[in-house]
T-cell receptor, first 112, second 115 residues
Framework: KQEVTQIPAALSVPEGENLVLNCSFT??????LQWFRQDPGKGLTSLLL?????REQTSGRLNASLDKSSGRSTLYIAASQPGDSATYLC???????????FGQGTELSVKP | DTAVSQTPKYLVTQMGNDKSIKCEQN?????MYWYKQDSKKFLKIMFS???????INETVPNRFSPKSPDKAHLNLHINSLELGDSAVYFC??????????????FGPGTRLTVL
């Protein structure tokens, strides 16, 4: 049974720092991995999707990497800003109906 | 030009009542999903539909019945509501499940409170 773990559960950094969020999964037979952000009381915003055949994806200040064999993904945020404060969720999918299995999230706070 | 929309945003009701949540997507996607986010903020799949056909039913009590009148809509009907049903319910959509690149897009959520 696939399990997804995110470490740390919470992170507080000063503005301008580069930071890394970690995601690990127990079954390497994934179809893709998706990173989301969730603002309090809001829905999920898709940030990046990495297909199982890819090693990384980049969007602006965000870079996500995937190491399927070791069951790990990282989300790198460069030059963090207060507007980056949110909960970041990692989710993996298999090819059986496309369901996403989520981690518990990392709550990020970027202090001005 | 909302991509995935849900109504209502908030739903407060008494135990034992029946309620429905509606979801619509205008992305032209073939697959739609319902997820539940519990009080600890953990998200879990409930159902998914491909072109109006149920493909995932993740051991959800049969008080929950999804209905897909067409591929742009997936509604969730809940009978005999219980306290434990209180949660935020998210609808999502993607290209056909099983395609290589099926990024999922989520609606804003419906916060259900059962009193």
């Amino acid at each position: 049974k696939q399990e997804v773990t995110q470490i740390p559960a919470a992170l507080s950094v000063p503005e301008g720092e580069n930071l890394v969020l970690n995601c690990s999964f127990t079954d390497s037979a994934i179809y893709n991995l998706q990173w989301f952000r969730q603002d309090p009381g809001k829905g999920l915003t898709s940030l990046l999707l990495i297909q199982s055949s890819q090693r990384e994806q980049t969007s602006g200040r965000l870079n996500a990497s995937l190491d399927k064999s070791s069951g790990r993904s990282t989300l790198y945020i460069a030059a963090s800003q207060p507007g980056d404060s949110a909960t970041y969720l990692c989710a993996v999918s298999d090819n059986q109906g496309g369901k996403l299995i989520f981690g518990q999230g990392t709550e990020l706070s970027v202090k001005p | 030009d909302t991509a995935v929309s849900q109504t209502p945003k908030y739903l407060v009701t008494q135990m034992g009542n029946d309620k429905s949540i509606k979801c619509e997507q205008n992305l032209g996607h073939d697959t739609m999903y319902w997820y539940k986010q519990d009080s600890k903020k953990f998200l879990k799949i409930m159902f998914s539909y491909n072109n109006k056909e149920l493909i995932i039913n993740e051991t959800v009590p049969n008080r929950f019945s999804p209905k897909s009148p067409d591929k742009a809509h997936l509604n969730l009907h809940i009978n005999s509501l219980e306290l434990g049903d209180s949660a935020v319910y998210f609808c999502a959509s993607s290209r056909l499940a099983g395609e290589a690149y099926n990024e999922q897009f989520f609606g804003p959520g419906t916060r259900l409170t059962v009193l």
